[in-house]
T-cell receptor, first 112, second 114 residues
């Protein structure tokens, strides 16, 4: 079946790097995503990676994909207080259109 | 574009009442999704439409829930009768197939059933 797991909390100091981890079970997933949710707001797509890629970098964000271990990570360099939010990992199973399977979300707390 | 617009932002209703949530997708998008977010179950896909046609409604909890998309610019999610366990934040999202991975979410409707 489809399942996405994340740790629930992460606390870092401003300026440090944050690494948020995610594991998934569906090896047929075509795309994997990271969404950000700020308090009282909807989800914002941060970045995504296609399943045939190992890494994707976008400014302060680096996504690493280990298909063998079905492990996805999001690294935020030089973490700022404005990065405090809940980060969701999600996957799109193969041949299921736009259906997104979300993890539980990781609450990132950035301390000054 | 104003993004995905949901209304109302907050809804408080009594158990047994009918509740209708509304969504206006981004103009030109042809896929629309309804999600529910709760502390216990996280984010769950309820139903999604492609070109106004329901494609997958396997996430709809039970017959009390129904969703319609009468045209490309409007969708509703109705709960009748509502129950306290329906209390959640309901999100609508839209995207443009085949780039369905770029789903844009609305601000959500926080529903409280008392």
């Amino acid at each position: 079946g489809e399942d996405v797991e994340q740790s629930l909390f992460l606390s870092v100091r401003e300026g440090d790097s944050s690494v948020i981890n995610c594991t998934y079970t569906d090896s047929s997933s075509t795309y994997l995503y990271w969404y950000k949710q700020e308090p009282g707001a909807g989800l914002q797509l941060l970045t995504y990676i296609f399943s045939n890629m190992d890494m994707k970098q976008d400014q302060r964000l680096t996504v690493l994909l280990n298909k063998k271990d079905k492990h996805l990570s999001l690294r935020i360099a030089d973490t700022q207080t404005g990065d405090s939010a809940i980060y969701f990992c999600a996957e799109t199973p193969y041949n299921q259109g736009g259906k997104l399977i979300f993890g539980q979300g990781t609450e990132l707390s950035v301390k000054p | 574009d104003a993004g995905v617009i949901q209304s109302p932002r907050h809804e408080v209703t009594e158990m047994g009442q009918e509740v209708t949530l509304r969504c206006k997708p981004i103009s030109g998008h042809n896929s629309l999704f309804w999600y529910r977010q709760t502390m216990m179950r996280g984010l769950e896909l309820l139903i999604y439409f492609n070109n106004n046609v329901p494609i997958d409604d396997s996430g709809m909890p039970e017959d009390r829930f129904s969703a319609k998309m009468p045209n490309a610019s409007f969708s509703t999610l109705k709960i009748q009768p509502s129950e306290p366990r329906d209390s959640a934040v309901y999100f609508c999202a839209s995207s443009l197939a085949p780039r369905v991975f770029e789903a844009f979410f609305g601000q959500g409707t926080r529903l409280t059933v008392v």
